[in-house]
């Protein structure tokens, strides 16, 4: 047993698992640790007791590739493919949302990707704007918009 005691590190003692256990240093070995599963599934269930935003779409039962129930899903935090993630895309977002405050990345970038990155970014945040553009029938700025989504390499509308 390692102790920080004033700002100094002191070795207490050298326990195994079952003595530290029991002076209750460490959690008993009979005790599984959480896993990875555990913490989402944990989440989810935080997720859902949450109230739903109205007009939000309720997630599929089952996923229409794998027949993964949600229920399982939200118990266990195993997806069972890759079409899982779009079929339970609602609560995914919001986990993630809820861990790390946001769903995009907005962390470091190696350098020679960054150009690119930043490129691709561009495009969505103009692609977005577009769709609101012509949603709202604004369509000089629509036309504005495709314009520099072109410029930018990405496809037109």
Known sequence: MTRVVNGQTVEDANLCERCAAERGEVPAPHEAPATIHDLLAGLLAAVEAEPVAPGTPAPPARCPR???????????????????????????????RRIHGKTRHEGKVPRRAWAETRRQRELADLR???????AEEQFERAAVLRDRIRALGGEGR
């Open 128 to 134: 977005r704007a577009l769709e609101q553009a012509v």
């Open 66 to 96: 794998c027949g993964t129930a949600y229920a399982e899903f939200a118990r266990t935090g195993l997806l069972g493919c890759a079409a899982c993630y779009e079929a339970f895309a609602v609560p995914l977002e919001a986990v993630v």
